[in-house]
């Protein structure tokens, strides 16, 4: 069955050289991970590498804190774009594409709803029976599904997914929106410099467009001793006839200088 959870909640968590330290994660709104962000950007190329480090790293802290392996698999979706899905592992990221295949799932329904779901093994609602026979194939004993809280028009979520004979209880599960939490900042920010630098790419590649449209002009300028705008009028005359942009003849005329193309560069 599907169970929203609440609650605070304070566990040992087995710290990677064996020892143990007390960690409290509270559920309150008052409560933020101020200071503590994730890196989904060095090294990365795509929304999808962010988000599959982000698998990794939930992975790896939900593994720590339950001391079993935990899985995860992460979900982003950007406006009307197909959903992003990543995971820490083949077996986990057979599960998230699962939902793409029922259009249905705990991922969905976790950002879609803000709140965390829970998806147990030994009993589970006709609307997840299907889910539910394909995890237990899988090697998994229950799902336990949180939203990332991002920008307007952008939703995300975790699944994480126990192994069999384990359960989600209510400290595994604070301990999953704690760091979720954290997650939510980390992407958000990832999401943010890859947006800045989209939109440096796509200044730079027209100011090299303009630049080539321009250098194009003043070679017809100077062949034919005309303006500006019956140099540009000609390219754009070339550009109807051949079925091309402006910018494509113009490169194709630099090309055929005896001098090749002169080189622009821009830095950013």
Known sequence: MTVPVQGTSRRVIKSGDGN???????????????????DLVTDTDSEAASLRRL???ASVALTQAMGVQVDCTAMLVAGHRAPIRAA???????????????DDGPLA?????????VVEGA????????????????????????????DPGTTAALAFFAPLDVRFD????????????VASQSLKLALEVRSVRSAGDNLKALLESRTSI????????????????????????????????????????LKN?????????FEL
């Open 55 to 57: 698998a990794v790293a």
């Open 214 to 253: 321009d250098v194009a002009c003043g070679v017809i300028m100077g062949r034919n001793r005309c303006s500006y705008s019956d140099a540009f009028g000609m390219l754009a005359g070339a550009s109807s006839h051949r079925n091309k942009q402006v910018r494509e003849v113009a490169e194709g005329l």
């Open 109 to 117: 329904q976790a950002a879609a709803a803000d709140t965390p779901v």
């Open 88 to 102: 820490n592992n083949g077996r986990a990221a057979g599960l998230g594409y699962l939902e793409q295949e029922l």
């Open 123 to 150: 009993a589970a609602s006709l609307r997840w029976r299907a889910y539910q026979r394909r995890f237990l194939d899988a090697g998994y004993g229950e799902v336990v599904a949180v939203p990332l809280r991002l």
């Open 257 to 265: 200088l005896p001098n090749g193309t002169p080189g622009t560069r």
């Open 170 to 181: 209510a400290d595994a599960v604070s301990h999953a929106r704690w760091f979720a939490r």
């Open 20 to 38: 143990q330290e007390a960690a409290g994660f509270p559920d309150g709104p008052a409560f933020e991970p101020y200071g503590f962000l994730l």
